[in-house]
């Protein structure tokens, strides 16, 4: 059973893996971390494409019957809480400047919230 489990994580983990030629189009988690920090623009942009990434990922895992791998138990924290520790997350690896923002955001949620 864990192994079908785990089988599972990895399936709806590659949902979100981009291959190199959209990794070239898509919005960096260095490029994100600009607008995190509200340094290359505002903080609006990144709450929104944060809430965007893990609304695609809620609906996924409902329409696809896919396991949930990200559990948010209440009270949440804020989103500005958990965009900060996104953000210090991110740096802490800088092997992640240039995978998706996307990739990053679900990896760290997956980290911060498990199932």
């Known amino acids: 059973m864990k192994n079908k489990t785990m089988l599972s994580v990895a399936f709806a983990l590659s949902l979100f893996t981009v291959s190199g030629a959209q990794a070239e189009e898509a919005i960096s988690t260095d490029e994100m971390l600009t607008y995190c920090e509200g340094t290359g623009g505002s903080g609006v942009t990144c709450e929104i494409y944060a809430q965007a990434v893990y609304d695609t990922y809620r609906v996924l ?3 696809a019957e896919l396991p949930r791998i990200i ?3 209440q009270p949440a924290p804020s ?6 520790e996104y953000v210090t997350w991110a740096k802490a690896d800088a ?3 240039n995978v998706p923002a ?3 955001m ?3 949620l997956t980290q911060r919230f498990p199932c």
């Open 61 to 63: 895992v409902a329409t």
């Open 71 to 73: 559990c948010v138990k």
């Open 79 to 84: 989103r500005d809480t958990v965009i900060k």
């Open 95 to 97: 092997q992640l400047a």
């Open 102 to 104: 996307a990739q990053t």
């Open 106 to 108: 679900l990896r760290f």
